[in-house]
């Protein structure tokens, strides 16, 4: 059995900004990421995989400190394996003759 909890936050104005700092880093990453997916594959017919990006981040946080670098390496680990569960999913629909769906 699966059980959710809900949490009510009420960050204050500083939480809410680090919170939204967050939030954009982490799109960025996904988005970059998934860019980096396309072109890879498109240049190449190269796969890029989760492993491949998880060692990447570790330079890509080295070189932006302030900005990647000052969140938490297991919360990007979780982003890059969203990307790669989502193109997972994606590529299983499109196998069973599913498509875009």
């Known amino acids: 059995m699966r059980r959710a909890y809900k949490f009510l ?8 900004i ?3 700092a967050c939030l ?4 960025q990453l996904y988005n970059g990421a998934l860019e980096h997916r396309r072109t890879a594959y498109r240049k190449a017919g190269v796969s890029v995989r989760y492993g491949d990006q998880s060692a990447e981040s ?3 946080r ?6 990647q670098g ?8 979780a982003t890059l ?21």
């Open 9 to 16: 936050l009420r960050p204050t104005c500083r939480q809410e």
């Open 18 to 20: 680090a919170l939204m």
């Open 24 to 27: 954009e880093d982490h799109r």
């Open 58 to 60: 570790k330079q890509i």
């Open 62 to 67: 080295a070189d932006d400190a302030g900005g």
């Open 70 to 77: 000052r969140w938490s390496f297991s919360s990007q680990q």
């Open 81 to 101: 394996r969203r990307l790669d569960r989502a193109f997972g999913v994606f590529f299983a629909r499109v196998k069973a003759g599913r498509g875009r769906d």
